[in-house]
C-alpha cells in the first residue's frame, strides 16, 4: 500500500463530496487495487430491507458468492420478486424470506423464532432496513417509527440471534448507518424524545448514529471471537429511497451518487472477508476503517456513558412484558 494512495484516500475523505460520491469509491477501488470478495460458501446470512437498494444488491452478490440467503421483508408480493432475482444468481440455491415489520418488536420476535427453528448457525445478521418517516409515525408500541424499526428492532433481532451467530465463531453483526449520521451529536434525551415540530430527516440522522454509538457495545459486551460487530456506511446512493424521501439532494447529486453495487461493495466485502475477525467495533466506508466525526460539536464528550447509556435504554425498551400474575 503506497503512501500516495494513502494520501490520496484521506484528501476524499476530508472533502466528502469526493469521498460520498462514485468519484471515492472509483478512486479507491484503483488506489488499492481491491480483491473480489471471497467466497461464501457454506455461509448462510439474514438481511434486513433486502426488497430493493443495498439489500437487495447484497443478498443477490451474497448469494452468487454462495451463501444460503435469507432476507426480511415487509411486503409479500415484493418479497416473492426479489426473492426471484436472489435465486436467480445463487450458486447455494437457499434463498428464503420471512415477512415481518422491523417496528413491530412481536413481529421481530417471530421472525427469530422462524429462523431459529431453520437453521442452526448464522454466520452474517446485516441490518439495512431504513427509510425516512415524512410525518411523526408510531410503531404498535408507541415509539417513534424510525427509532422503533432501526435501533429497537435491530438490537432486539441482534439479541435473539445471539446464539445462532456465536455457533459460526465468530459470527458477524453488519449495520449500515448513514453520511447523514455526521450531522448529529449522540444524545438520548434527544433521540428519544423527538422535537417539535418532527423532521424525519433529522430524525433518521440520529438514529443512524445512535446505530454507530449502541455498535461499540455490543463490541465492547461480546468478545470478538464469538460474535464480530462493524458499522459502516454506504457513500451517497441512488436508491429508491433516496429519490423518493430527498428529491432536491437526488436533484443536485444524481449524476454522482453510487449505483446500489458500489454502494453496498464494502457490505459484501465485511461480510466475506476475513480480515473482520481481527476488528471490532469499527465504523467503515469503502473497506477502511474511518472516523464516526467531521463536526467538532457532534463528538462526544465520554462515549463509554453514551454506549451503556442507550444500550440499556434498548434493553429495557425491547425486554418482554412480564407475565400477568396468577
Not at 452468487?64 to 440467503?69: D, E, N, P, R
Not at 434463498?95 to 427469530?112: G, P, T, W
Not at 433521540?191 to 430524525?203: A, F, I, R, S
Amino acid at each position: 500500500m503506497s503512501a500516495t494512495a494513502e494520501v490520496l484516500d484521506q484528501l476524499l475523505e476530508t472533502s466528502v463530496v469526493g469521498s460520498f460520491t462514485r468519484v471515492g469509491y472509483d478512486a479507491r477501488r484503483r488506489l488499492f487495487h481491491w480483491a473480489p470478495p471471497s467466497s461464501m460458501l457454506e455461509k448462510s446470512v439474514l438481511i434486513t430491507g433486502a426488497t430493493s437498494g443495498l439489500g437487495l444488491e447484497s443478498a443477490i452478490t451474497m448469494a452468487h458468492l454462495g451463501a444460503s440467503v435469507y432476507f426480511v421483508a415487509r411486503d409479500e408480493p415484493r418479497a416473492r420478486a426479489a426473492r426471484e432475482q436472489i435465486l436467480a444468481a445463487s450458486a447455494s440455491g437457499v434463498v428464503e424470506y420471512f415477512i415481518a415489520d422491523m417496528s413491530d418488536l412481536h413481529s421481530v420476535r417471530d421472525v427469530a423464532d422462524r429462523l431459529l427453528a431453520r437453521t442452526d448457525r448464522l454466520d452474517v445478521l446485516v441490518h439495512n432496513a431504513g427509510a425516512i418517516a415524512p410525518t411523526l409515525t408510531f410503531a404498535p408500541d408507541g415509539v417513534e417509527v424510525t427509532l422503533a424499526a432501526q435501533l429497537l428492532g435491530p438490537f432486539l433481532l441482534t439479541q435473539l440471534l445471539l446464539p445462532r451467530l456465536r455457533a459460526a465463531a465468530p459470527g458477524k453483526v453488519l449495520t449500515v448507518s448513514s453520511g447523514g449520521m455526521y450531522s448529529q451529536r449522540f444524545d438520548i434525551g434527544r433521540l428519544t424524545k423527538g422535537v417539535e415540530p418532527y423532521d424525519g430527516v433529522k430524525t433518521y440522522a440520529r438514529v443512524k448514529r445512535a446505530l454507530v454509538v449502541v455498535n461499540h457495545e455490543w463490541a465492547r459486551r461480546i468478545p470478538a471471537s464469538e460474535v464480530v460487530f462493524a458499522t459502516m456506511h454506504p457513500g451517497w446512493v441512488d436508491t429508491p429511497g433516496v429519490r423518493s424521501s430527498l428529491p432536491r439532494f437526488h436533484r443536485v447529486m444524481g449524476p454522482l451518487l453510487r449505483s446500489s453495487a458500489q454502494g453496498a461493495d464494502t457490505i459484501i466485502w465485511l461480510a466475506a472477508d476475513a480480515e473482520l475477525a481481527s476488528r471490532d467495533g469499527d465504523f467503515w466506508l469503502d473497506r477502511r476503517v474511518r472516523s464516526e466525526y467531521k463536526v467538532p460539536r457532534t463528538r462526544a464528550t465520554n462515549p463509554t456513558a453514551d454506549q451503556v447509556e442507550l444500550w440499556e435504554w434498548c434493553s429495557v425498551r425491547t425486554s418482554p412484558p412480564e407475565s400477568p400474575p396468577l
